[in-house]
């Protein structure tokens, strides 16, 4: 079975950190695009971030460039979105997302073909 599953999220403080996790069972990994959204009360998904699968393209909305980081760990078949600074508008259900047909990356997404079920990620003092 092809699976992601989310994980690292929960309740921080402004200016805090987390690391969220998407780890991959029944496929590998490697072959794949990752992406990371997210999806706010009210507000439509956003593409975050995301990597190829050699790790040679990552893309960042300029919402939260220089904050998130993403990264990957093939050997590991997960893939991290570690997040510092953390504002109150960084506050939503967080996807990861994997697909195999492009060969770079991209932030849509309807180009995606595999989700998980997210991890929620709220931002409050």
């Known amino acids: 079975q092809l699976q992601l599953v989310e994980s690292g999220g929960g309740l921080v403080q402004p200016g805090g950190s987390l690391r969220l996790s998407c780890a991959a069972s029944?496929?590998?990994?490697?072959?794949?695009?990752i992406g990371w959204f997210r999806q706010a009360p009210g507000k439509e998904r956003e593409g975050v971030s995301c990597?190829?699968?050699?790790?040679?393209?990552?893309i960042y909305a300029d919402s939260v460039k220089g904050r998130f980081t993403i990264s990957r760990d093939d050997a590991k078949n997960t893939v991290y979105l570690q997040i510092d600074s953390l504002k109150p508008e960084d506050t939503a259900i967080y996807y990861c997302?994997?697909?195999?047909?492009?060969?770079?990356?991209?932030?849509?997404?309807?180009?995606?073909?595999?989700w998980g079920q997210g991890t929620q990620v709220t931002v409050s003092s």
């Open positions: 997302a994997a697909d195999a047909t492009f060969r770079l990356c991209v932030l849509r997404g309807a180009d995606y073909r595999y």
């Open positions: 029944g496929f590998a990994l490697d072959h794949y695009a």
């Open positions: 990597i190829s699968r050699r790790g040679g393209r990552i």
